[in-house]
Nanobody, 121 residues
């Protein structure tokens, strides 16, 4: 499956962004989806995940209450709504697809290119 992430940008602290990740090539609903981020000099970290049917969602403690993951299987797209952004959220954000949900990059078979999110203070 091919993944294309979009929606990143520059935003002030307290602002919002919505990232999108469009999938193509295979049956989107066969995959759990995840969002990860990576800041310069840091390891890639789990941000949020969602099961195939949207029945289960998972978010990292660092973004709980501020970020929401959702998907629209009819549109082959997964979203990450990010509210009340903080400077520490600045990173390159990646979407990924896996046969089963997971919290580490090794769980995911397919990756999109990153989209940069920069939060100014």
């Amino acid at each position: 499956v091919q993944l294309q992430a979009s929606g990143g940008g520059l935003v002030q602290a307290g602002g919002s962004l919505r990232l999108s990740c469009a999938a193509s090539g295979r049956t989107f609903s066969d995959y759990a989806m995840g969002w990860f981020r990576q800041a310069p000099g840091k390891e890639r970290e789990f941000v949020a995940g969602i099961s195939r049917s949207s029945g289960r969602t998972y978010v990292a403690d660092s973004v709980k209450g501020r970020f929401t993951v959702s998907r629209d299987n009819a549109k082959n797209t997964v979203y990450l709504q990010m509210d009340n952004l903080k400077p520490e959220d600045t990173a390159n954000y990646y979407c990924a697809a896996a046969y089963r949900p997971g919290f580490v990059p090794l769980n995911y078979e397919y990756w999109g290119q990153g989209t940069q999110v920069t939060v100014s203070s």
